[in-house]
């Protein structure tokens, strides 16, 4: 599995950095590979239409667009928060726990909030 993640975050990266001919690729909606190769990235049984709705509920909680460069930089971000936790949880954890926190209107950012939501689990984690 850890071999597939390398293999397949190099490409994610690829497919953000590339426009088809768009002036913006951030702008364009996601399409249905980009979740698929979130899927195989994220640790766990999760489908790709859950990692998307997931994703576009916490997008919408911090007023975040919901377009495939956001999913693409969130999902480096997350796989990355969890191989610096040596897999002590997963990316969908760190997800759930910003929905759960839903800090968004009360001003906190998204990177804000994932950035809180990681130390918070790195705490729970340390206490055990």
Known sequence: MKL????????????????????????????????????????????????????????????KEANQGNYLKIGNALVDYRKDSNGSFREMDIINHMIESNTGEGGVSFDEQLNRSVRAMKRELAEK
């Open 4 to 63: 597939k993640s390398l293999l397949v975050l190099p490409i994610i990266v690829t497919l953000a950095s590339c426009d088809g001919g768009v002036k913006d690729p951030s702008s364009i909606g996601a399409s249905i590979e980009t979740f698929e190769m979130l899927e195989s990235v994220f640790d766990g049984p999760y489908s790709s239409s859950v990692i998307k709705d997931k994703m576009d509920e916490v997008l919408a909680l911090y007023e």
